[in-house]
């Protein structure tokens, strides 16, 4: 194969039509794996995913705190969101 014969060119769309977040978490502690959707990435969508992610989590894990893997998007790390966090899970960032 020469250079450039056989390329295969794509072009991606590049507009922004609608954001969607996804939330999700795996793990043996979990009944099953959690996924969750909303329109952003915000305060009261990280809150509500912890509090699934809560109740989804084996009765031998229910007292536990289990960590967590998360980024550093600012909803994550606001105080609000990390009071919820704190009670239930460990953050590791």
Request: proline fraction near 4%; hydrophobic fraction near 40%; include cysteine.
């Amino acid at each position: 194969m020469g250079s450039g014969e056989n390329r295969v060119t794509i072009e991606l769309n590049t507009k922004r039509l609608c954001g969607q977040t996804v939330f999700g978490a795996v793990g043996r502690c979990l009944k099953k794996p959690v996924f969750m959707l909303a329109k952003s990435t915000n305060i009261e969508e990280v809150k509500k995913f912890w509090l699934v992610l809560k109740k989804s989590l084996k009765n031998n894990y229910s007292r536990a705190k289990i960590p967590v893997v998360l980024d550093n998007h600012p909803a994550h790390r606001s105080k609000k969101s990390m009071e919820i966090m704190n009670e239930y899970f460990i953050p590791l960032f």
